[in-house]
């Protein structure tokens, strides 16, 4: 009987101590809390809304691992860029070598432009002096070759000693022809020494200062002219001032043949083919 009371005081103990624990802690894990105040919204949301609206939480930052340097190595005609040390091949990377672009004066070996010189004689023949030659060139050139098309107009005057000064009047001439000149340095040289050759066909135009009377057609002629035609020995020297511009000085040596028969008919008897020096300056651009 003793041990069955002491059971049932122990029961009515625990049943006490049950009812206690439910009344006073139990409320505050599953009742309103305590403060009295029940919240509507999830944990989770209140978690998410309260790292909205603070700023003072930090979260910790990992420093960022340096990547390895990139090594450059050519392998014939291409760079492979690849990190040092590595030995698989998947993460090597082939690029394609860069390419300078190439002037165009590079690609091509010709080289145009125009020059413009004046020359006189220093000796020449007994019927002509004063000879003044203006000279218009379209200039190619190739590496140290030049060939060169021109226009040339010369005044002159009639030698006063010549039998024939007084019968003949304003002497002109104009012809065409070709230059070649071979430089004996590199286009890049600042002193840039040639020799050459030239020939020019032209017509050489005078007035009579009496008026010549064909009896046989009763027609008055006032002027005339005759052909001729010209080769020239050519040495000389150019100046570079920059790429596209120089000056040069040359000396010819040039020999005249005349035709025959002038335009008007006559015979002619009265022109000598002679040799003359001449002497000249140019300015030349090329592009």
């Not at 439910?22 to 029940?38: A, Q, T």
């Not at 046989?216 to 080769?231: K, P």
Request: proline share 6%; glycine share 6%.
């Amino acid at each position: 009987m003793t041990s069955i009371r002491v059971a049932r005081f122990y029961i009515f103990i625990f049943t006490i101590l049950a009812f206690t624990l439910n009344g006073c802690l139990l409320p505050g894990i599953y009742g309103p809390g305590r403060k009295g105040v029940k919240r509507n919204k999830s944990l989770s949301g209140a978690v998410e809304s309260g790292n909205t609206k603070s700023s003072s939480k930090s979260f910790p930052t990992f420093p960022t691992p340096p990547l390895p340097p990139i090594e450059f190595v050519e392998i014939g005609t291409s760079i492979i860029l690849s990190p040092p040390d590595s030995a698989d091949e998947s993460n090597r990377y082939e690029a394609e070598p860069h390419t300078p672009p190439v002037s165009r004066s590079n690609n091509n070996p010709y080289r145009s432009g125009f020059s413009a010189s004046l020359s006189t004689s220093i000796t020449g023949s007994k019927q002509i002096e004063n000879l003044y030659r203006h000279t218009l060139q379209f200039d190619t050139r190739e590496d140290r070759s030049m060939l060169s098309v021109k226009l040339s107009f010369t005044n002159f005057t009639f030698d006063d000693e010549w039998i024939y000064s007084s019968d003949l009047e304003d002497p002109w001439a104009f012809d065409l022809g070709l230059d070649y000149k071979y430089f004996l340095t590199k286009e890049s040289h600042f002193i840039q020494p040639f020799i050459g050759a030239s020939c020019a066909y032209g017509q050489m135009y005078w007035s009579y200062v009496n008026s010549i009377v064909d009896t046989t057609t009763g027609e008055t002629i006032d002027n005339d002219s005759l052909e001729y035609l010209r080769l020239e020995a050519i040495t000389g020297i150019d100046l570079r001032l920059s790429r596209r511009a120089k000056i040069g000085f040359d000396l010819r040596q040039d020999f005249t043949f005349h035709s025959v028969i002038t335009t008007e008919g006559f015979v002619d008897d009265i022109f000598e083919d002679f040799g003359s020096t001449t002497i000249g300056a140019r300015f030349s651009l090329l592009f």
